[in-house]
C-alpha cells in the first residue's frame, strides 16, 4: 500500500527552519519537517496548508515542490513523501495534532537533533541544507 504525504519546509526571517517532535509513530520522539498524510479529494497544495496549521499552529502558503522521497511504513506501507516550500502568512506557533514539539531551528542545533531517518541527506540533496 502507497501512502502519498506531504511535509512543508518553512524558515524563519533568521533562517531557522520550522521543525516538530513527532509524538506519534512512525519515528515518535524524533525531529522532522511538519507534515502528513494527504487526505482523500485533497490535493497536496491544501493538505500543506492544513497539516502544517493543526502541527504547528502557523497558517502557511504552500510553495513549489522541493523534493520527495519514498520511506517505508508500517505493515509493508510505503510513504511517498512530498516536501513543499511554505511561506508563513499567521497563526502563533505551537506543538498540536500528533507534534510532541514545534520549534524554529538553526543549522547548528540541527545538527544535534535526533531526527527521522534520512532527513538530512535529503535536506542536503535538494539544497535546503548545505
Excluded at 533562517?15 to 497536496?44: N, Q, T
Excluded at 497539516?51 to 511517498?80: I, K, M, Q
Aim: glycine fraction near 16%; aromatic fraction near 4%.
Amino acid at each position: 500500500m502507497r501512502v502519498r504525504c506531504v511535509g512543508g519546509i518553512v524558515r524563519d526571517g533568521e533562517g531557522r527552519l520550522l521543525m516538530v517532535r513527532r509524538g506519534r509513530p512512525p519515528g515518535a520522539g524524533l525531529w522532522s519537517i511538519p507534515g502528513g498524510r494527504v487526505e482523500p479529494g485533497e490535493d497536496d497544495a491544501a493538505a500543506v496548508v492544513r497539516e502544517l496549521f493543526e502541527e504547528t499552529g502557523l497558517r502557511v502558503a504552500a510553495g513549489p515542490l522541493v523534493g520527495s522521497v519514498e520511506r517505508p511504513g508500517p505493515d509493508g506501507a510505503v510513504y511517498e513523501i512530498h516536501d513543499y516550500a511554505a511561506t508563513v502568512t499567521g497563526g502563533t506557533l505551537r506543538a498540536g495534532d500528533d507534534a510532541a514539539d514545534a520549534r524554529w531551528v538553526g543549522g547548528a542545533e540541527l545538527a544535534a537533533l535526533p531526527v527521522t531517518p534520512g532527513l538530512l541527506e535529503a535536506l542536503r540533496s535538494w539544497g535546503v541544507l548545505a
